[in-house]
């Protein structure tokens, strides 16, 4: 079996190294968005190109193919703990590849399978429900099926229609059937991308994101204080929308103005003086603590997330961090720190938070709202919150406040009973 985690050995490989993801890219000769998908274990990976990225990082081919053992039990090992399975019973795992090899694959196979399924149908019943072009290819479809039904009943009930009306009637049915397979081969390509029925359906937020990760939220140019925003933008290939540019124009542009305020070298120097302490920082700066949580994400070794939402709800910029589950449409859990936080603008809001999942993964979250934009008279503030998301490395030992229990969004949480919920999860207990 071909190890299935090559691919995230690579990203590693890569991080350690301080490569960007476009700097390796280029150098082997492939697309950042390629490699994008070979490091997200979404494309097979061997021959020339496998021995290329391994001269390229310094390091033995097989140092990123090896392992699948290692992988193995460790998938095993996630699957007797989703069961419940005791302790003693999980160190057996090793003990059961060595003597069952066959059986171990298949069961590995079969759990990374079911892990598959449930994302795909947390996925696709979060985009049916927020999703705003399926939202409106289903209407289409809907509208379109009901015209063809009225028009299709006024033929069956009145034998008596002059043949001038009959034939409108019967062009409107052709004419309407034509627009209902158009409008349900776009919603299958929205539903299916792979089927290759329709164009790019990732949101432009998402394409956003995908850009931004491919350069690990760092941009030299940006740092230095020299970047054509709009050529970095407009020479992207994940950017396939004017929204898309529109958005990474937003986001490169507050990044620049960040760095004019707090270079990464000075930051990684008072994260060596003072710690992770978004106050400290900002203090330390003479910056806003919003600004220090932007700053953060562009050190990858950190490893934390950022979310940044307005008043409405709309989270306005994702960076997730493993374990903490971000909605992909729609807003997130309104007892995040993220949303309290648009209650007392300018405070620094800190919670200990615990994220329901197979792991239950133990965050630090720090939030705060600050007025963006310029104030006028009799005119409300606009609002973002921004929060920043700190794995805690050693949840067993973690010392600290008690952790408050949050969700991703109702949508796709499973908790049963919280006051906050606002429409029914598709995930049932034992899911």
């Not at 069961?107 to 019943?125: C, D």
């Not at 931004?212 to 054509?228: M, P, R, S």
Request: hydrophobic letters at 45%.
């Amino acid at each position: 079996m071909r190890d299935a985690l090559t691919g995230t050995r690579i990203r590693d490989r890569r991080v350690m190294a301080g490569t960007k993801q476009s700097a390796l890219a280029r150098e082997i000769g492939i697309s950042a968005s390629y490699l994008n998908l070979i490091e997200h274990n979404r494309r097979r990976i061997g021959g020339k190109l496998l021995l290329d990225i391994a001269a390229a990082l310094g390091v033995e081919p097989a140092a990123l193919t090896t392992g699948a053992e290692a992988a193995m039990i460790a998938t095993l090992r996630e699957a007797g703990s989703g069961a419940a399975m005791a302790e003693g019973e999980l160190d057996r795992a090793e003990d059961f590849v060595g003597r069952f090899p066959g059986w171990a694959d298949a069961l590995a196979l079969a759990h990374r399978k079911l892990a598959g399924l449930e994302h795909t149908v947390e996925v696709l019943s979060d985009r049916l429900a927020h999703d705003p072009e399926v939202a409106a290819s289903v209407h289409e479809v809907l509208s379109t099926a009901a015209a063809i039904r009225s028009t299709a009943s006024i033929l069956a009930g009145d034998k008596d229609l002059p043949e001038e009306w009959r034939d409108r009637f019967h062009a409107n049915i052709d004419a309407d059937s034509r627009r209902l397979a158009d409008s349900s081969k776009a919603l299958v390509g929205f539903l299916d991308p792979e089927t290759g029925e329709a164009a790019h359906t990732g949101s432009p937020q998402e394409d956003v994101e995908a850009f931004l990760e491919a350069q690990n939220y760092v941009f030299d140019a940006i740092e230095a204080g020299e970047a054509d925003i709009a050529q970095i933008v407009k020479d992207a290939p994940e950017l396939t929308s004017v929204a898309a540019r529109y958005i990474a124009q937003g986001v490169l542009q507050r990044m620049g103005v960040d760095s004019a305020k707090v270079s990464l070298p000075a930051l990684r120097g008072g994260l060596d003086d003072v710690g992770l302490d978004p106050t400290a920082l900002a203090a330390r700066f003479r910056v806003s603590v919003a600004c220090i949580l932007r700053r953060l994400i562009s050190m990858p070794d950190l490893g934390v997330g950022l979310v940044v939402a307005d008043r409405a709800g709309s989270l306005l910029f994702r960076k997730g961090v493993e374990g903490f589950t971000l909605p992909r449409f729609g807003a997130g859990c309104p007892l995040w720190p993220l949303f309290q936080a648009f209650g007392a603008p300018g405070q620094v809001l800190f919670q200990r938070v615990r994220m329901p999942s197979r792991e239950e993964g133990l965050f630090d979250c720090f939030a705060t709202a600050e007025p963006v934009g310029y104030v006028d008279v009799n005119t409300p503030p606009l609002l973002q919150s921004t929060m920043l998301i700190v794995p805690v490395s050693a949840p067993e030992d973690a010392a600290g406040p008690s952790p408050f229990h949050v969700g991703p969004a109702c949508r796709i949480c499973p908790a049963q009973q919280c006051q906050s919920r606002r429409e029914p999860s598709i995930l049932s207990e034992g899911f």
